[in-house]
């Protein structure tokens, strides 16, 4: 579906019975093209929207400014593209049980463990693209469709436009969970003026009186249920935060280096979530079983060249060591660890040196 013009909706010709028909049509397309499941809504956002209202007015989005941006938009898909009725929502399943499993590493102060939607290829593109090849099999069915692909990419309350889609709930994590299929999965959209017919939104939560993520949280960012403080997040202190990590929080982020998956490995949803079909979002050099030591002691370029296609660049090659570092001064104290600090003291760049300061004095050494 090429991103053009909208047309007003008299123009559309497609009754009710060839918008249904199509609705059958577009499920198999997902399928065919590796989506695990499909679900239609309308545009709209309400009760999200007042959420997220809340959520910016406590501060909770931390540096992350760009969610204050175009809020407008953000509660009003009409608003971001003109001419929107519904929003086709798809999921795809990244869990990947072949690898190395997370609890493992996680109880390994030497590894370094890294969330495991990362391990694989940049998810962004690989569903943006796919999402564009099922825009183009509805366009060449119904030439009046246009469209607009969003793969986390734009201000759009994708999880509340999900479950109004019946796709799943909002837990007490934030995350949307699936009865049948947990949380580990990727979440696209498709905004197009087609009226199609919507599923039934998801009506009850099914978390009950289950509170196992909040105390599950290392930093307590679930600060209640449904309440997310971005600012204490391991994902945002390692991915969105761009300056230093707060001391306080250092000693809670134990070996995570790169995201954090505490609050989805104790759901007890997830036993039913599905492994990924996608080849690529398998691990890429063994990143799912790294020594902290090692990939510490990458050069920029190693950094580069391994990270190529993976949500591990966005960070860049200096919030990696610094998050290294941190990994490091949580870990055990041994000759191996004090020995790969002390290496990179001489980098160029004053906040990571700060991180291995910090970390060498936790091993008892002061620089």
């Known amino acids: ?21 199509l609705v059958v049509s577009i499920r198999q397309w997902a399928k065919e093209l590796g989506f695990q499941a499909v679900a239609i809504s309308d545009a709209v956002i309400d009760r999200d929207a007042e959420h997220f209202k809340s959520w910016l007015a406590k501060n909770f989005h931390g540096e992350m400014a760009y969610m204050a941006n175009n809020i407008d938009k953000r ?57 564009a090849q ?20 734009a201000p759009l309350l994708e999880r509340a436009l999900a479950q109004r889609a019946g796709m799943g709930w909002i837990g007490k994590n934030s995350m949307l969970i ?13 905004l197009t003026n087609l009226p199609l017919p919507v599923d039934p939104p998801q009506a009850t939560m ?18 209640a249920p449904f309440q997310v403080d971005g600012r204490r997040c391991i994902s945002y202190l390692t991915i ?12 809670m982020m134990g070996n995570r280096v790169f995201g954090c998956d505490d ?22 050099h063994n990143l799912d079983n790294q020594q902290l030591t090692d990939l510490f002691l990458w050069s920029e370029q190693d950094y580069l060249s391994k990270t190529e296609g993976s949500a591990i660049r966005r960070i860049g090659y200096a919030r990696w060591l610094r998050n290294l570092a941190v990994g ?20 160029d760049d004053e906040m990571v040196r700060e991180h291995i300061r910090w970390a060498l004095a936790q091993h008892g050494i002061n620089n």
């Open 178 to 190: 699936n009865d049948k299929a947990g949380s580990w999965f990727f979440l696209g959209e498709l």
């Open 206 to 223: 099914h978390c009950g009186s289950c509170q196992a993520c909040l105390p599950a949280c290392p930093t307590k960012a679930i600060v």
């Open 240 to 251: 969105e935060l761009k300056g230093a990590i707060p001391e306080s929080l250092r000693p």
């Open 75 to 131: 509660i009003d898909p009409t608003l971001l593209e003109p001419g929107t009725l519904r929003c086709i929502s798809l999921r795809m399943d990244y869990r990947d049980s072949d690898g190395a499993d997370p609890l493992t590493i996680l109880n390994d102060p030497s590894k370094a463990y890294i969330s495991r939607y990362a391990l694989g290829r940049d998810y962004h593109k690989l569903i943006r693209k796919r999402i």
């Open 134 to 153: 099922l825009a183009k099999r509805i366009q060449d069915a119904a030439p009046v469709a246009a469209g607009r692909a969003f793969v986390d990419s």
């Open 263 to 284: 609050c989805q490995l104790v759901c007890p949803w997830n036993k039913f979530a599905g492994d990924n079909q996608e080849q690529d979002f398998k691990p890429r």
């Open 1 to 21: 579906m090429t991103e053009q013009p909208r047309q007003a909706n008299t123009d559309l010709a497609l009754d009710p019975a060839a918008m249904q028909s």
């Open 328 to 347: 490091l001064g949580n870990a055990d104290t041994t000759p191996d660890i004090i020995d790969a600090l002390q290496q990179r003291l001489d980098v």
